[in-house]
C-alpha cells in the first residue's frame, strides 16, 4: 500500500518531517470518498517520493475541526511544512497527477520564504506594540 493512515499522533510529524504531503480527509460512508480512494491510491504508487496520507474524518473529528474540513474528500497539499493547496471534492487521475507534478516542482525554499513574512509580520507588531 502506498497511502499512510494518519492520525492524530502522527500527522503533525508527518507534514513536517517530509517535503511533499498530500493528505485526503475522507469518511467509510462517502460515496465520493470512496471512489476517489482508487484513484488516489494508484496515483500515489507512481509518486514514492511524495508521502501520501489518509485521515480518517470519523476516526479523528477533532483533528478534522481543528483544520476545518467541512466537506469530505478534502485533500490538502504540503510542501515544506506549509500548506499549499487545499481543496473538497474528489478529483479524477489526470488531475491529481497534475496537482502532484506542480506540488513537487514549488522550490521548497521560497515556499517556506514566503510562509515566514506572514509569520515575522505577526512578531514584529506584536513587538511594536509592547
Known amino acids: 500500500m502506498a497511502t499512510d493512515e ?3 499522533e502522527n500527522f503533525a510529524a508527518t507534514i513536517t518531517d517530509n517535503e511533499t504531503v498530500l493528505v485526503d480527509f475522507w ?11 482508487p484513484v488516489y491510491e494508484k496515483v500515489s504508487e507512481a509518486h514514492p517520493d511524495v508521502v501520501f496520507g489518509k485521515l480518517d474524518t470519523e476516526a479523528y473529528g477533532q483533528l478534522a475541526g481543528a483544520l476545518q474540513i467541512q466537506a469530505i474528500p478534502t485533500l490538502m497539499a504540503f510542501r515544506g511544512g506549509v500548506l499549499v493547496y487545499r481543496e473538497a471534492g474528489a478529483m479524477n487521475a489526470a488531475g491529481l497527477e497534475q496537482l502532484v507534478g506542480a506540488v513537487a516542482a514549488l522550490d521548497v525554499d521560497e515556499v517556506r520564504r514566503q510562509a515566514t513574512p506572514a509569520a515575522e509580520a505577526g512578531e514584529a507588531g506584536e513587538t511594536g506594540a509592547s
Not at 469518511?27 to 480512494?37: D, E, M, N, V
Open 6 to 8: 494518519l492520525t492524530e
Open 27 to 37: 469518511a467509510s460512508w462517502c460515496g465520493p470518498c470512496l471512489r476517489f480512494g
